[in-house]
Nanobody
Framework: QVQLVESGGGLVQSGGSLRLSCAASGSIFSIYAMGWYRQAPGKQRELVATITTSGSTNYADSVKGRFTISRDNAKNTVYLQMNSLKPKDTAVYYC???????????WGQGTQVTVSS
């Protein structure tokens, strides 16, 4: 089992940047595919970006070219660098981990990102 703790959210003006971090503990980090999802008020949770155990990445069309997901297996941490933020990026951002041996999925508690216009 893995525990996930997100940090780095906050309030930023449109066009600004934030970097989210998700620290994992309790298991072997390198066997987990990691991802970031977000949920805006009144909307369903949606995928933002994922990174596999080998480092391959995938992004939602809405964030391509602006967001970058990365992982540091030595620090058991996954990051989401968010640039050129827009008000529509406002949401609670959740870290997700999938154990690639058991396919069990885990979620963090979420961190709020608010982009003002």
């Amino acid at each position: 089992q893995v525990q996930l703790v997100e940090s780095g959210g906050g309030l930023v003006q449109s066009g600004g940047s934030l970097r989210l971090s998700c620290a994992a503990s309790g298991s072997i980090f390198s066997i987990y595919a990691m991802g970031w999802y977000r949920q805006a008020p009144g909307k369903q949770r949606e995928l933002v970006a994922t990174i596999t155990t080998s480092g391959s990445t995938n992004y939602a069309d809405s964030v391509k070219g602006r967001f970058t997901i990365s992982r540091d297996n030595a620090k058991n941490t996954v990051y989401l660098q968010m640039n050129s933020l827009k008000p529509k990026d406002t949401a609670v951002y959740y870290c997700n981990a999938v154990n690639m041996r058991t396919m069990q999925r885990y979620w963090g508690q979420g961190t709020q990102v608010t982009v003002s216009s």
